[in-house]
Every structure is written in C-alpha cells, then in structure tokens.
C-alpha cells in the first residue's frame, strides 16, 4: 500500500513540475524579446512531450497490469453463450483429450444431443466424470421454471442421462464413465477437458446454454479453484451421491 502511494505522489509531482514548465514558458512566449519567446516555445513544447510520455507510460502500466491479471487468473477467452455456439472450441479439445474429462450440469440435454454418441470414444482415451442434478432435488424443477421450460424437462434429461449409459458405465475399458447426482445448491456450470476448463454462471430468466462461458486453463487461480470445487462436490456425500435404480425413471 505505501509503494502505491508512493508512486501515486511521485505521479502528481511529476505532473505539476511539467504544469509550472509550461506555465512558465507561456509566460516567456507573451514577452518582447525574441531570445525569451524561443525559450518559452522550448519549455512549453518539453512540458507537453514530458506530459505526452507520462500519460503514455501510464496506460501501458494499466494494460500490463491487466494482461498479469489475466494470465495470473489463467483466461484463455469469452463467450455470450455456450453450448453450440462454441461447439468448435469444444470439439477441437475433446478430440486431443487423454487425461480427464469432468462436466457438472443440470440435466445437460445439449451435452447429450451434441455428444453422447462419442462417450464410449472419450472413455478410451480419458477418464470421465459428470455431475447432474440430483432427479429428486427441488432445484431441478425450480431451474425449469426460471428458463421458462416445462416443469420436469431437467428431470427427465437426467433419467434418460442415467439410463442410457448404463451399459457403457459397467462395461470394461480403459478409462472410467461415471456419474454422480448433485444435491447441493447449483452455482456454476463445469466442462474440463484435460487443462482446459469452460465455465459459466447460472442467470434467472436465460436458457444455460445462453449464458456467458469462460474459458480457463490449468496454471491458473481459476482452474484450480473450479476443479477443487468440482472435486469437493464429487468426494462428498453430503453434496453428492451414487445413482440410485430407481434415478433411471419409469422406463427403467
């Protein structure tokens, strides 16, 4: 904090010895003498560049420190939306993922749409795992209503989420599939692919797949702080749960 200032009076010094400089020049320039009246011209042309380099300095300070605040905070880029809007980003990063791929979600209709006939692909080469809300949770009707959707949708995306990749999460292979229910608060929505990770709030009245989406990478505060709570999520019991029999629905 004393550095800050420190530099903050150096900052206002530096700019009001330039101010008298120019001041005093404009003083020489209104006199008689031609000798004086070049002076004046001298002083009040350093006195502007003097002021031109500080202002110059001082938004290059501004940028860098925004690009350190933005390497330090691991962004990669920004969208409007998610979802198909971005699809390209997603699939040019799940076609090169070997490690682990984690998705927290509500029902994650889109991510079944686009995707759920490359899951077995993605469980031979990464190990996945995916969060969906809790089919018995009050929030997944709750969340229907705020995104004007009929009540029930997010529950029975979530069913036929569950029984649909029954085979491919008992069946033997190089990686895992697996699925937990989450029965916490949803906040944010979560897909990791490797050391790239897209995030994106939850906003009232707006379709997820149309909220803003952050890209982040490993290395970063963000990165970390998303997948520990992604991890905290997955490891507690009390926040989430294994799949139940009867999760799958009536068309079990």
């Not at 949708?153 to 999460?169: H, K, M, P, Y």
């Not at 008992?170 to 490797?194: A, K, M, W």
């Amino acid at each position: 904090m004393s550095s800050r200032r420190s530099s903050s009076a150096n900052s206002w010094i530096y700019v009001l010895a330039h101010f008298v400089l120019f001041l005093v020049g404009y003083l020489m320039v209104r006199s008689d003498g031609r000798a004086v009246q070049n002076i004046g011209a001298s002083l009040m042309a350093a006195a502007i560049a003097g002021l031109v380099v500080f202002v110059y300095v001082l938004r290059s300070e501004s940028t860098a420190r925004r690009l350190e605040i933005l390497n330090e905070f691991g962004f990669v880029s920004a969208f409007e939306g998610r979802a198909a809007r971005i699809k390209p980003e997603y699939d040019r990063r799940l076609q090169g993922a070997h490690k682990r791929i984690d998705v927290m979600g509500f029902g994650l209709r889109a991510l079944w749409d686009d995707y759920h006939t490359a899951f077995p692909e993605w469980r031979e080469r990464a190990d996945v795992r995916i969060l969906l809300m809790d089919p018995d949770s009050p929030y997944a009707d709750k969340r229907d209503r705020e995104e004007n959707d009929l009540t029930g949708n997010i529950r029975q995306g979530v069913q036929r989420f569950i029984r649909d990749t029954a085979s491919l999460r008992r069946s033997p292979g190089n990686h895992e599939f697996q699925i937990r229910l989450y029965t916490c608060l949803p906040s944010v929505n979560i897909f990791r692919v490797d050391d790239d990770l897209f995030w994106g709030p939850y906003l009232v009245k707006e379709q997820s797949r149309n909220a803003p989406t952050i890209i982040v990478r490993s290395g970063g505060i963000l990165f970390g702080r998303l997948t520990e709570h992604f991890d905290k999520i997955w490891n507690d019991n009390t926040l989430s749960r294994p799949i139940r029999e009867t999760d799958a629905g009536a068309d079990a």
